[in-house]
């Protein structure tokens, strides 16, 4: 059972000014295909913007924080604090999970704690703050609640495989790794996503997972492997 949204701003201290889009941002696209008739949008619009915002604002936040770090240790950083693994730390710290519109389909699957719907909804709430209130309300969610856990730490808790991968396939002139959703299964509130990973049109590594970013992420963990690579 989801709980009110309402209690969910009493919580976080913020008030929106236009309630549809808070509600948008924890409408799952199950709960849309089981009531069209409500004219309801799901939240992978917001997904989008939010991701696009949590990333300015964790980049400007480390540029400004650490002076000495290079490119390659920054970009490092980031990719630790905005990949699938924090965000859904995240969204589990604050509850998001209880708030979610789900079909009863996905709900029956636990999909109320999957990891990879719970990241989407925690970016679509970022994206839906910055069009309600702007970049200053979603630069001071963010600092409450995911930069000032970055405050002190001298490398990722989380390893980002893609990045790893990245940098190792540029150290070592290979090329730039190249991701390709390879097949999709599953039902709608099931789906599940394949995922290759080439280099210079080599075949490196395959994954899945239930997001097209697990997937990649278990593609470049595995294509490390055959590489030899301990990150």
Do not use: W
């Amino acid at each position: 059972m989801n709980r009110n949204l309402n209690h969910l701003q009493e919580r976080l201290q913020i008030r929106f000014r236009d309630p549809r889009l808070l509600r948008q941002a924890f409408t799952h696209s199950s709960y849309v295909n089981e009531n069209r008739g409500e004219h309801l949008q799901d939240n992978e619009r917001l997904e989008f913007l939010g991701d696009a915002v949590l990333e300015l604002m964790v980049s400007e936040y480390l540029y400004r924080t650490y002076a000495n770090r290079t490119e390659g240790e920054l970009t490092k950083q980031r990719a630790a604090m905005v990949c699938e693994p924090s965000l859904v730390a995240f969204a589990e710290e604050l509850e998001f999970g209880a708030y979610v519109l789900l079909g009863k389909g996905e709900e029956q699957t636990g999909g109320r704690n999957r990891p990879a719907l719970l990241a989407d909804v925690f970016e679509a709430f970022i994206g839906a703050l910055y069009l309600d209130q702007g970049l200053e309300s979603a630069r001071q969610f963010l600092q409450r609640h995911v930069l000032s856990k970055a405050a002190g730490e001298d490398r990722p808790s989380v390893i980002d495989f893609k990045t790893v991968l990245q940098e190792y396939a540029q150290q070592h002139n290979l090329g730039t790794p190249d991701y390709r959703i390879v097949e999709e299964r599953g039902p709608a509130h099931e789906k599940e996503f394949v995922s290759e990973v080439h280099i210079d049109d080599r075949f490196f590594g395959t994954g899945s997972g239930r997001s097209k970013k697990e997937a990649e992420q278990q593609a470049a963990s595995q294509a490390l492997s055959r590489l030899g690579v301990n990150p």
